[in-house]
């Protein structure tokens, strides 16, 4: 500076050097800039690896079922309605006991049929009494007709008399077993065993023959039937599930099923597929399949609601993942976040088939061995490097369905 001062300020020379040592200068600072930047930026932490839990994919034997609402049918069901008409004289029956086929219920005045039965029989006497004078005679006038002694007009009325005295004691028959019928129907009995209801009628009341009233109901409650309705879509299923192997038979070719109460609580005897019906109601697209379970607590009830769960078969190699693990896009699509080997999600899109006791049943889209993410969903995004914890199935089973899983319905 001070040989700067001592020149001139108009001299050229003067003020090239000073402007060549600023221009000098200038990219030497720049340099020292950007160099102290780098070094700033190379310096700087990387965020660590947000830890979820995951869950490993592997295929296993499974127990697949379908929960149906359905109703408890009686075996065999009685209305008891009068066959004749009268008054009723007494009740032989307890109460909601059980009772025999051919045990007497009520007694219906018998009196009147007595005594068309006894007139029926008097018939029946005086028609054989009057046939034995008729043969007699034809037999007389047989050998006399052959030797021309009597006339030939006179024998065929003979034999005409003979023959309708016959038919009158034919007659005679039929009225006394009618009247039997009646009068036995005055005493009204079992037509099967199982459990009476409650009284419906007292003694002194005036019945009728077949009316529409029933005067008790017996009810064969062991076994007992239940009836639900499956949908014509599901059996289609199962059928070629079971056609193509991948669902095997419980028991033979009887599926097996279970019952909840409507309480809740769960039916102790497990039950049969009985019957399918042949045909399909049209109105709801569904068809009747029939239980039958053994009843001998009679804890089942004709009229009960119950839900039934048929044993489809067993799936070998069945995909199942916890429901958290499970997102919907924007179009409502299931998909799960998924790693790949450098522990980076990725975006995997699925095929449900249903919801199952916590999990979901995956019928496409996962394979054996794929890590999930089920735990710490909304630290991950697709591209993002994290750092997984197994999760086990213990601890899955302790945590439970979150409030926020997806509803339990097939995709």
Sequence with gaps: MRVLSSLSPRSPWTLKTTTSLSLRLIPLALLTLDLSGCKHKAEAPKPPAQTVGIYTVHPHPLKTSTSLP??????????????????????????????????????????PFKASYDQAKAQLLHAEAAALSIRAQLDRYRPLAAAHAVS???????????????ADIAQAKANLD??????DWTQVRSPIDGRIGRMLVTPGTLVTAGQTTAIATVTRMDPIYVDVNLATSDMLRLRREFASGKLE????????????LEDGSHYDKAGQLRLTEVTVDPAT????VRAEFPNSDRLLMPGMYVHAEVAEGVDPKAITIPQPALQRDSKGDPFVY??????KVTMRFVQLDRALDGDWVVMGGLND??????????????????????????????????????PAHAG
Excluded: C, W
């Design 70 to 111: 359905g109703r408890v049918e009686a075996f065999e069901q009685a209305q008891v309605r009068p066959q004749v008409g009268g008054v009723i004289l007494k009740r032989t029956f307890e109460q909601g006991t059980d009772v025999k086929a051919g045990q007497l219920l009520y007694v219906i005045n018998p009196a």
């Design 152 to 166: 030939k007009q006179d024998y065929d009325n003979t034999l005409s008399s003979a023959r309708q005295a016959e």
């Design 178 to 183: 009618s009247a039997a019928v009646n009068l």
């Design 249 to 260: 038979k419980v028991s033979g070719n009887a599926a097996a099923v279970e019952l909840t």
């Design 285 to 288: 697209g569904t068809m009747i």
């Design 338 to 343: 998924a790693l790949d080997g450098d522990n």
């Design 369 to 406: 061995g794929d890590r999930i993410i089920v735990e710490g969903l909304q630290k991950a995004h697709p591209g993002a490097v994290v750092k997984p914890v197994e999760k086990s199935a213990d601890d899955k089973a302790k945590e439970g369905k979150p409030a926020d899983a997806q």
